[in-house]
């Protein structure tokens, strides 16, 4: 007799079909929801299927399995067939018309974006998911392509309006010519309720991923850390980090987690020496076409002496070096694109190009100087097989835990692939050969971009997918023996590139990512990760069943790459349009993860403001000397952990079907949860966009402007989560605006607040329910003021009898100024059990000064009494 819980007997009676009144019909050439038409001239080869009838078993959990069967009526399964079988076969879903959508596509293999529009004929290409307004009765529907045997699948335009689908499996060893569940349509009168759902069902379907609900999130998810990335690119060394690090703890905002990105590997390139680490290599770009020659660190980290940097004496370092060092290879780079642009343009002779190019390489080479990168901190052995505790990365992150004792997680970076172009044939143990990459046709929308332009070059030196788990093991095994505690794992999409050979992208990316999950779960506490390059549905319902966080966004980049004058700012909008919309569908499956970003940058506080409520962990790539700690300790308190909002940001139901970039009207704004308390945060994104003439994301100046908005505390989703609900139902709330610093108190049936933001600026707008106290005393706890997200900083509430009156009960964590709101004066205050003075005045603010207790963790307790 099986287990009361035993899966098999369970989802047996779980997808019975049930009696409910289904949500769609396909009848007459129409797809329709309740009568309502959603797409019309839908092919005779069209098919749809219900939920029960498709889905008959799944490994979930019970009560996930019970969830997704009791809602299965609001959606079902798209199919089509073909006569011919085919590796990639198109087919129209039908013509949508006159109906408002809100997309997600991919713009580059590795990312996605939001995009709008009213008609099929409006989507981009390679779009992952469509949701579409359907006002008629009050509801939306979500079409998501979905995986189906070997195939992947992903919505196009058509011409007229039509919705076109492209099934594909990326190999001829895969054909097919019918599809019975190639897409999964849902309904719902919520739209974040909408996610949630079809997203739960696709899970119990698929069995292939896991959603977030079910997984456990990495240690740092709400921390603050530090990357390596923007502050050295592939300069970084040991003596810089420790710097780094140093000047962080220092500055009063200590790092609880470490990334060393990109750099630290041991990579050479094609026809050079192949014992040899690539020699001088800079900016990213350079390293796209090297591969790893060994498993292991590059030289430069090998050579690392233990207690270097431990004495009284630590060794020097200038922080003009690098970015010296990246400002002349910007200089070759520059100079490299115009001597291409001069051969496109029909030149024959480049000798003057050449020549400019040489003499930068060369003043490049002084500046790194004769000595090898960190051979300042090596004495005695320096052999690469030395195998000496007291040597290379295990040294190194002994050294820096010993330092810097808040130092929790050391991460580093790698590609899926190893490095960028994958392991070097015959330089390991693992059986890799160089495989050609073939993109796609879906990719021919993206726009241009230079790691495909290298890695295409170079082709990657793909390991044998039979070795994947051993590949894998390889490195992590090494990495969690010397300190290592996580990976980010990054340019996950080229698997598709080079899966023609292997049964196509799906049999590839399953064997990659099964060897990926066992080494997880085996080396790093099974959340130790963070995905990277990954924004497409092959990741997310093939890679996620162990992986739990991941970036929504592109990379933050501090200035436009293509020199557009305007770049350093209406880039910045672009990555919070990029992080809120995507983390709709992402943030069902994995942590999002908004990315790290400069504190000295000109949109720093820009940014700022968005990581203090986007739900996860904080972090930044200051350059050693390039940091503004006043703005970081409005996110960071003194012991590297952070006021983390208890759920994920999401935009607000009145962004849904707009433009917040260039639609010259629409405010970004994202709402989120505090313990205690709601949030909202709007961000003037105006200025930049996708164009999809020039296939590429490009600065609209002209909406670069002050924009008008309002705010209402019904505009915060109470009831996602569970243990917000409650105080959804308030008859009355106090708001902060935090930019202002203005008290307001608003009911459900208030108007709204209006306000005006300038460009690449924010406000913060914080909601917290009122509570009676009784002899008509209204009270509520915003916060610290000092930090951006006020509202986080609020630990425990409790409001209880006090002798003959009534006391609210607060532990707050963090130091600085505590406001409050309260009709009447208290009677008195205690903070950590002694009395102390506080400030109130009539208009119901009630301000309290508190102090940072190190040795309480920063948690004070404060009791008003009335």
């Known amino acids: 007799m099986a287990p009361p819980n035993d899966p098999v007997n369970a989802v047996h009676n779980v997808f019975r079909a049930g009696s409910l009144e289904k949500y769609f019909d396909l ?64 087919n129209s879903l039908g013509k949508l018309n006159g109906r408002d959508f809100l997309s997600i596509f991919r713009f580059k293999t590795w990312w996605s974006t939001m995009w709008v529009g009213n008609s099929g004929s409006d989507l981009q290409m390679e779009t992952q998911w469509v949701l579409l307004d359907v006002p008629e009765i009050k509801s939306y529907v979500i079409i998501i392509p979905i995986i189906e045997g070997s195939f992947r699948s992903a919505l196009h335009p058509g011409s007229d309006g039509h919705v076109m689908i492209c099934a594909e499996s990326g190999s001829p060893q895969a054909k097919a010519s019918s599809f019975d569940a190639i897409a999964y349509v849902h309904a719902s009168d919520n739209p974040y309720t909408l996610m949630k759902e079809a997203y739960s069902a696709i899970r119990v379907q698929l069995d292939t991923f896991k959603l977030f609900e079910e997984k456990k999130a990495p240690n740092l998810v709400d921390k603050f850390g530090w990357c390596t990335w923007d502050a050295f690119y592939l300069t970084v060394e040991p003596l810089g980090i420790f710097h780094g690090v140093k000047e962080f703890d220092e500055g009063g905002v200590a790092p609880r987690f470490l990334i060393i990105d990109d750099g630290w590997q041991s990579i050479n ?3 050079e020496d192949p014992n040899e680490d ?70 024959t002779d480049v000798t003057e190009f050449e020549h400019k190019i040489q003499k930068l390489k060369q003043e490049l080479d002084e500046i790194f100087g004769g000595e090898e990168s960190g051979e300042a901190l090596t004495e005695g052995c320096r052999s690469c097989s030395c195998k000496a505790e007291n040597y290379g990365m295990k040294a190194f992150t002994r050294d820096l835990r010993t330092k810097f004792k808040g130092l929790d997680d050391i991460y580093v970076w790698h590609a899926l692939c190893g490095a960028w172009g994958g392991v070097r044939p015959g330089s390991t143990h693992l059986d890799s050969k160089i495989v050609p990459c073939k993109l796609s046709p879906g990719l021919d929308g993206t726009m241009n971009d230079l790691a495909v332009v290298k890695i ?45 050979e292997y049964g196509g992208r799906v049999e590839l990316a399953k064997a990659y990512y099964k060897g990926l999950t066992n080494s997880l779960e085996k080396n790093f506490n099974g959340s130790g990760l963070i995905s990277s390059m990954q924004q497409c549905n092959d990741f997310f319902f093939l890679g996620t069943k162990q992986i739990s966080m991941g970036r929504v966004g592109d990379d933050f980049w501090f200035q436009d790459p293509n020199g557009d004058p305007m770049g350093v700012y209406w880039l910045q909008g672009v990555h919070m349009i990029h992080c809120a919309y995507n983390s709709m569908w992402m943030g069902q499956i994995i942590q999002p993860d908004w990315d790290m970003f400069q504190s000295d940058h000109l949109c720093a506080k820009f940014h700022a403001g968005s990581r203090a409520i986007c739900g996860g962990p904080v972090y930044v790539s200051d350059s050693v000397g390039g940091h503004d700690f006043d703005l970081l300790k409005k996110l960071v308190y003194p012991d590297g952990t952070i006021p983390k909002c208890q759920h994920f940001a999401l935009p607000t139901r009145d962004c849904l079907f707009k433009n917040p970039l260039f639609d010259k009207k629409t405010i970004l704004k994202i709402w989120n949860f505090n313990k205690y308390g709601g949030v909202i945060g709007a961000f003037n994104c105006q200025g930049a966009g996708w164009d999809p003439k020039e296939q590429r994301i490009k600065g609209y100046s002209e ?41 307001r108190l608003m009911t459900p049936k208030s108007d709204a607040i209006k306000f005006i933001i300038q460009p690449s600026t924010f406000e913060i707008f914080s909601f917290v329910p009122v509570e009676k106290l009784g002899s008509g005393i209204k009270f509520a706890p915003v916060g610290l003021t000092d930090m951006f997200n006020s509202g986080g900083t609020i630990k ?23 406001l409050a709101y309260s009709s009447k004066a208290p009677k008195k205050c205690r903070l950590n059990g002694a009395d102390v003075g506080f400030e109130w005045s ?5 301000a309290l000064s508190i102090p940072w207790i190190e040795e309480a963790s920063g948690v004070s307790d404060v009791v008003f009494t009335f």
Not at 460 to 482: E, R, W
Not at 842 to 846: A, H, I, P, S, V
Request: proline share 5%; net charge neutral; aromatic share 8%.
């Open 842 to 846: 009539t208009n119901g603010k009630l």
């Open 278 to 347: 690539a020699k001088n290599l800079v900016l990213g770009g350079t390293q796209m076409t090297a591969r790893l020659y060994r498993l292991d660190e590059c030289k430069k980290f090998r050579n690392y002496k233990g207690g270097s940097l431990l004495g009284p004496e630590t060794p020097k370092f200038d922080p003009k070096k690098p970015k010296l060092l990246i400002s002349k290879a910007i200089e070759i780079e520059h100079a490299e694109k115009d001597r291409d642009k001069a051969i496109q343009s029909g030149a």
């Open 27 to 90: 009848s007459n050439g129409k797809l329709s929801t309740k009568g309502v038409p959603l797409l019309s001239e839908v092919p005779n080869n069209v098919t749809f299927k219900p939920f029960s009838s498709i889905c008959q078993s799944s490994d979930a959990p019970l009560p996930l399995l019970q969830r997704v069967r009791s809602l299965s009526h609001k959606g079902g399964f798209l199919g089509f067939y073909k006569e011919e079988p085919s590796d990639r076969l198109m």
């Open 456 to 500: 295409v070059e170079g082709g990657i030196g793909l390991v044998n997918p039979n070795q994947a788990g051993d590949f894998y093991d390889s490195m992590h095994s090494y990495l969690a023996k010397v300190g290592i505690t996580g990976v980010k794992v990054d340019v996950i999409h080229t698997l598709e590139y080079v899966s023609e």
């Open 703 to 743: 909406c670069y402007k002050p924009m008008s908005g309002s705010v209402h505390v019904s505009e915060i989703e109470w009831d996602q989560k569970l243990e917000a609900a409650q105080m959804g139902k308030a008859e009355e709330y106090v708001v902060y605006l935090r930019e202002a610093g203005e008290l």
């Open 796 to 818: 425990e509430l409790d409001y209880k009898p006090s002798g003959a009156g009534f006391g609210a009960h607060i532990k707050v964590k963090g130091g600085g100024n505590f």
């Open 269 to 271: 390139i094609d026809g």
